[in-house]
Each structure stands twice: as C-alpha cells, then as structure tokens.
Antibody
C-alpha cells in the first residue's frame, strides 16, 4: 500500500517561496503521475500540477509562472516550489499519487 | 478548462436513507481508449480526500458496496444506498482526461 508523507514550512511572509516535499513509501514512481493539490480554508480543491518519474511536468495555467515541481527518484520524493506567495496562497497543500493516494496535507499560511 | 458542476451543494439525510449526487462536466470525459476519466472522492472533516470510485463506476479498494457510481459522457452520479454516520463529509468529483485536472465544487453530506 503506497503511503505519502509530506513536509515543509507552514508559515511564510508575502513574496517568499513556498517549498514542500513528499516522500513515497511502499511503492516506486513507476508509470504514475504525482500531483500537488491545494485547498484554501473552507473552500474546494485546486490542482496545482504533476510530474512523472522522467521529470515530465504539467502545471495549472493559473499558477504556471510561479510553480516548479521536481522529482528525486533516488529518494522516492517529489517537491513543490511556489514563488512570490501572497495571502491568496494560504491553503492546505496535498501531495498525491494520481488518482488514488493522498498525503496528510500541510497547512501553509502566508502572513506578514 | 473542463468545468465540473456538482449538485446539490449540500444535503442532510437520515441514517439508512439513500443519497444521490450529480456531477456534470463541460466536455465529454470519454477518452479514445474507451475509458471515462471521472473519479469520486470523500473528504471527511479534518482529513485528506479519499478515493471512492474510479473511472465512473469502479469501487476503489476497501470502499463499501453501498457506494456506487454511474453515468457516461458528461453526466455522472454517485449513489449511497443507505447512508451511515461515517459517510459524513464533502464529496468531490474530478476529471483527469484533460489538463488542468479539475474538481467539482463539492457536495456536503450531513446526518440528521
């Protein structure tokens, strides 16, 4: 059973860079795509982007200019960077193996 | 982007009663491989979303058989035959046929 465990800074100031990492346990990257998804407090789900083991990425156009997703297959990890954050980026960020398994979520708050 | 529209926004049901949730997509989710890329998730309070149904009608591992999915093209339905207390939460549909991946706005299910 694949499990995902994620971590990263939970409190950022405006203009800083959000950085999260997700480790995959109990499986390999194989042919799957690995996503980042976010959920603002009390709101719905927004897909940020995904990556496969070859490093091929897809990004949501709404965030594309600020997002980088990378993969380290030697560590079974993938990461998210979101630059120039504002209060609108405050959300719980989830990593996921499309479409089956999700991480526990990380609340990222952007506040001065 | 493919817009996913869920109805109703919320419902309150008596344990043992059936539930039906609709999800409509702005474009067909039927791919050339014959599969339809529509998924259903349940997000219980304070938890990560959990996959219930994949490719319209297939129950994911461990999902009780009171959950069923149906539909085709652009119209889909999630049904719970007899609601239990543990079914409380927000249900989301999601499409993966086209980037960016998109979610419905969610349907909140409460128990009376």
């Amino acid at each position: 059973q694949v499990q995902l465990q994620q971590w990263g800074a939970g409190l950022l100031k405006p203009s800083e860079t959000l950085s999260l990492t997700c480790a995959v346990y109990g499986g390999s990257f194989s042919d799957d795509y690995w996503s980042w998804i976010r959920q603002p407090p009390g709101k719905g789900l927004e897909w940020i982007g995904d990556i496969n083991q070859s490093g091929n990425t897809n990004y949501n156009p709404s965030l594309k200019s600020r997002v980088t997703i990378s993969v380290d297959t030697s560590k079974n990890q993938f990461s998210l960077k979101l630059t120039s954050v504002t209060a609108a980026d405050t959300a719980v960020y989830y990593c996921a193996r499309e479409p089956t398994n999700w991480g526990q979520g990380t609340l990222v708050t952007v506040s001065s | 982007d493919i817009v996913m529209t869920q109805t109703p926004l919320s419902l309150s049901v008596t344990p043992g009663q059936p539930v039906s949730i609709s999800c409509k997509s702005s474009q067909s989710l039927l791919y050339s491989d014959g599969k339809t890329y529509l998924y259903w998730y349940l997000q219980r309070p304070g938890q990560s979303p959990r996959l219930l149904i994949y490719e319209v009608s297939n129950r994911f591992s461990g999902v009780p058989d009171r959950f069923s999915g149906s539909g085709s093209g652009t119209d889909f339905t999630l049904k719970i035959s007899r609601v239990e207390a543990e079914d409380v939460g927000i249900y989301y549909c999601m499409q993966t046929i086209q980037y960016p991946l998109t979610f419905g706005g969610g349907t909140k299910v409460e128990i009376k």
